[in-house]
């Protein structure tokens, strides 16, 4: 996706956008220390450039959180691994009525809101995991969406693509 020229960008200024620090939803989280319009950009997501094949090896490192990671798919089939050179973007947790969202453009990875946001807000956006796997009970469970959002899913994965039926041609005689 592109961003429309009339995006803006978190001005700098003496007092910085955003702080890290502790969330409701999960771990740590990413939260607005002033008024921020919408359609800003508030921040790259920034890590290690890795193959998938780098990402099957790494995914499940950590016993005590196996699904976590701070992996973001790029188009290309590339990855980028938060957890190893990341920017605070990586601490933005997922919610299933999203304040902001990614943005690829031109191989990197930017963070916008979607709407105007309010001092003291956590920053969230859909995060849409993509598995190979079934999506079992048992799997959106190790993936469970904690955002409390009326419309929540209760999973950070994305829906199942609906397989398209294939229509029988009928013949009349």
Known sequence: MTSSSKSKTVAASDKPAFIVRNS?????????TRNIPADTLLIEYEGERISEKQAA???GTDPENPYHTFFFSLESGKMIDGGVDGSDARWINHACEPNCEAREEKKRVYIYTLRDIKRGEEFNYDYGLVVDDRQTKALKKAYECRCGAASCRHTMLAPPEKKKKSKKKSKKD
């Open 57 to 59: 090896k790494r995914h």
């Open 24 to 32: 409701p939803i999960h771990g740590r989280g990413v939260f607005a």
